[in-house]
């Protein structure tokens, strides 16, 4: 069985995939997974559920929600015990079942490793498969307390990481007009990222569209201006200068 977090919530058996329709037993399986074999506390879990405002019986609320879970993960072929109560509060045991976020970071882990020993292509084809386990935001729209958000955040910091350095890699075997297209909507989802303007501006330059490539770079200066007050980063200054002059060196040939 495997569970899947990098979308909506859903657990996978087989052909069968199966959602959770309510919100704080989706919450309770969301806290229980990122914490997997591990105790949290009926506190821990009330805080996600709640916030800092849990109801005069949360605690009795609580005990219904991962009875509710209990059964849902329950099936002729699925072992009962799955979520067990450990003082001070509750363990799910994953055993042989796994998670899709420690596939996709073990094959991350896999390219990085491709990178250092020098096969590129095997590393685009880690990333690429990493990249291909997510079916949008981590955990869908579902936001709660401390450990949920923070879940989010690092794994959606992750596949950014994994996205700069697969098109990093691209760029460098003389994909730049493949590319366009997918930078365009990279900086369209991730506006204040200035990392992937910069893959922007030099994939335009070298296919010959220098013009098209400083019309990037004023567009993120007026992003980075409205949004935050402050000028775009060094790196994107440099390659804006790189970019009017012509600097050979930003041609693919002077890299190789």
């Not at 699925?78 to 045991?93: C, F, I, K, Q, W």
């Amino acid at each position: 069985m495997r569970y899947d977090v990098l979308g909506t919530l859903r657990v996978v058996d087989g052909p069968t995939q199966s959602f959770i329709s309510a919100r704080k037993v989706e919450t309770v399986l969301a806290v229980l997974l990122i914490r997997a074999d591990h105790v949290v506390t009926m506190d821990q879990l009330m805080a996600e559920i709640w916030s800092e405002r849990p109801p005069a019986r949360a605690a009795a609320g609580l005990h219904v929600y991962i009875s509710q879970l209990r059964k849902f993960l329950h099936g002729p072929d699925r072992d009962v015990h799955r979520v067990v109560t450990h003082s001070p509060g509750y363990l799910l045991r994953l055993g042989g079942d796994q998670l899709d976020c420690d596939i996709f970071l073990d094959l991350v882990s896999q390219g990085r490793s491709c990178v250092r020993e020098g096969r590129p292509e095997d590393a685009c084809d880690r990333f690429e498969q990493a990249l291909g386990l997510w079916r949008g935001p981590v955990l869908g729209d579902l936001r709660s307390g401390p450990i949920i958000n923070g879940f989010v955040t690092w794994l959606a910091e992750a596949r950014i990481e994994c996205l700069e350095t697969l098109i990093d890699l691209r760029l460098d075997q003389g994909e730049h007009r493949e590319l366009v297209g997918r930078l365009y909507a990279l900086t369209a989802e991730n506006p204040l990222h200035e990392a992937f303007y910069r893959q922007l501006m030099l994939a335009l330059y070298r296919s010959n569209r220098q013009a098209d490539a400083l019309g990037v770079y004023r567009m993120a200066r007026a992003t980075l201006n409205d949004e935050l007050g402050v000028e775009p980063c060094r790196d994107l200054r440099e390659l804006q200068r790189a970019i009017l002059f012509g600097d050979q060196q930003l041609d693919l040939a002077a890299r190789r």
